[in-house]
């Protein structure tokens, strides 16, 4: 299957996305419970709508995306998470129901990262604005002293 780079955001032209390498590394996480700025009750929540459409996109994109209750990031509202096997995991709020296509562009620059580090260069804007938190992984852990 070959894709067309406007389709999946950080996939060259003509490429598919099983030839990036680390690309099953990589995992999208985003809160489902997320409410909006005014933290009305609207039903589907925003959360749930962002998860929806990543879920979509990175399936394209052959980036796994999982929607969970609930990352505690209440207060930054719309929240996700990008996880890659043996680097750091990066977690993000004050997204918005329109960011899908932003958490699959930083997912794919994690995963093509050499150092498991998510570049400043060419991450989108609200993943750069929204960053909350940035967790190493647990085999970045030294020895007990």
Known sequence: MKVEQASIPGCPAGTSPADAPNRTEVAILVCRTC???AGTEAAPRPGAVL???????GAKAGVPVVAID???????RLSAAILRRGAWTYV???LSASNAEDLVAGALLLSSSADGLLPWRGRPDCLRRGLVARIP?????????
């Open 35 to 37: 409410r909006d700025s």
């Open 51 to 57: 998860a929806e459409a990543t879920a979509a996109l």
């Open 70 to 76: 609930c990352l505690g990031n209440c207060k930054r």
């Open 92 to 94: 993000f709020g004050d």
């Open 137 to 145: 992984s647990f085999d970045m852990i030294g020895p007990s002293q």
